[in-house]
């Protein structure tokens, strides 16, 4: 078949062009950015062939999937509808492909990314599988029997997917242009997780989650700290090089391991992965083997070094992702000052979780801000809602832009985390140029 993906460099549907390719589709896509993209590279790879015109010819047997960031009136979506080609939701060809496989799929407001990747990373190295995760992640094979897939809540987007397993990390509200309040994603939650057919799998120190009402005559396996968990996490050691803890199941030691990560939330996101694991009955030593030699996520507190100055770039866009962005570098780097630097994506967000995330970014030992960046909600639509209201409540911030970024450089032993979901890179472009100068 034919693919032809609107928005083909959005972190999501560069996936699952990748996916539709290596099902062995024919796959082409659109975009109105020109610039590399961290998401790109996989279609790179791929020879994937990417449009920025609207002028290029497209066959009629054609299926159109769209980003939602493109709206109706746009140029390219016009054109595809005026060309009577059959037009598919991103979802919903999510939704097919999800029904191919034994999928497992990672939901939660939290550690989706990374979870999804811990799993698929020792399953690759055991039982082989595919995978599908938005940070522009993916691979597939037919042959294959297992799917692991970040499904994100957006939009109500995964309630399409057809998941065997469903692991839920978290619950805690966001999208606020989605969702009217708390219940009202609970309830959307709920929906999605009675929808798995062979095993649940939920952090049980998350009060949100234990609201949840499971219908399903299936396994159902809580894991956290607490004890009231059936999988249990004791004797945690965090320390600059990454986390060790024990297992105990049903209160009985199942094992010790390694996690080369940072923060207790990636310990949650490493039991929660071992409990899908296990499942499928792979070694507590192989879980182990590969769970410590984890490399990470894109854009998850990723690393470079420039001199005593450590440059963080993490997907933090959440006051509590901030928060344990924050305390993942303290982890890391206890002798080093801890500088946010921070570009709010959603004008919904920045207004609903306000305090939120002014009380996070005060965490840090200096706070920078960029001006709100959003490609599917207008400035106008939110009077007063702008990043100066979060710096005028937090000591010393500052709000910087591309000409003003040379004050980072005031930072001689730090560490700068560049943080949010939407593209920050071309400022950490900047900074980097500017402090290898200055190394010079």
Known sequence: MKYYCIGIKGSGMSTLAQILHDLGNEVSGYDDHREFKYTEQGLV??????????????????????????????????????????????????????????????????????TSLLISHVLENTLGCNYFVG????????????????????????????????????????????????????????????????????????????????????????????????????????????????????????????????????????????????????????????????????????????????????????????KVTIESAKQKYPDKEIVSVFLPNTYSRTKDLMNDFIESLKLSDKTYLFEIECDREKADDFPGVTSKTIVDNIEDAEIIDKNTIHKLLNHENAVICFMSCADISKYENIFEEQIKNKNK
């Open 135 to 322: 940070s522009g992640d993916g691979y597939a094979k037919k042959d294959n029997k297992y799917f692991v897939v970040e499904s994100d809540e957006f939009n109500r987007h995964f309630l399409s997917y057809h998941p065997s397993n469903v692991l839920l990390t978290n619950i805690e509200l966001d999208h606020t242009e989605i969702y009217k309040d708390l219940d009202d994603l609970v309830n959307t939650f709920n929906t999605f997780v009675n929808k798995a057919t062979r095993l649940i799998v939920m952090c049980g120190d998350d009060e949100n989650i234990r609201k949840l009402n499971i219908k399903k005559d299936i396994p159902v396996l809580y894991y956290g700290f607490n004890e009231n968990n059936d999988i249990v996490c004791k004797n945690v050691n965090l320390n600059e090089s990454g986390s060790s803890f024990d297992v105990y199941i049903n209160n009985e030691l199942y094992g010790h391991f390694n996690l080369p990560l940072f923060g207790k939330h990636m310990i949650l996101n490493a039991l929660g992965s071992i409990a899908i694991l296990r499942s499928y009955n792979i070694s507590k030593e192989d879980i182990d083997k590969y769970l410590s030699d984890f490399k990470g996520a894109k854009r998850r507190f990723k690393i470079k070094e420039f001199g005593n100055v450590i440059e963080v770039d993490d997907y933090a866009h959440h006051p509590t992702e901030i």
């Open 45 to 114: 790879d791929r020879n994937i062939k990417i449009y920025y015109d609207n002028n290029h010819d497209i066959d009629k047997d054609t299926i159109v999937t769209y980003s939602v960031a493109f709206k109706e009136d746009h140029p390219e979506m016009k054109r595809v509808r005026k060309l009577g080609l059959k037009i598919e939701s991103y979802h919903d060809v999510m939704g097919h492909v999800t029904k191919m496989f034994e999928t497992t799929s990672v939901c939660g407001t939290h550690g989706k990314t990374t």
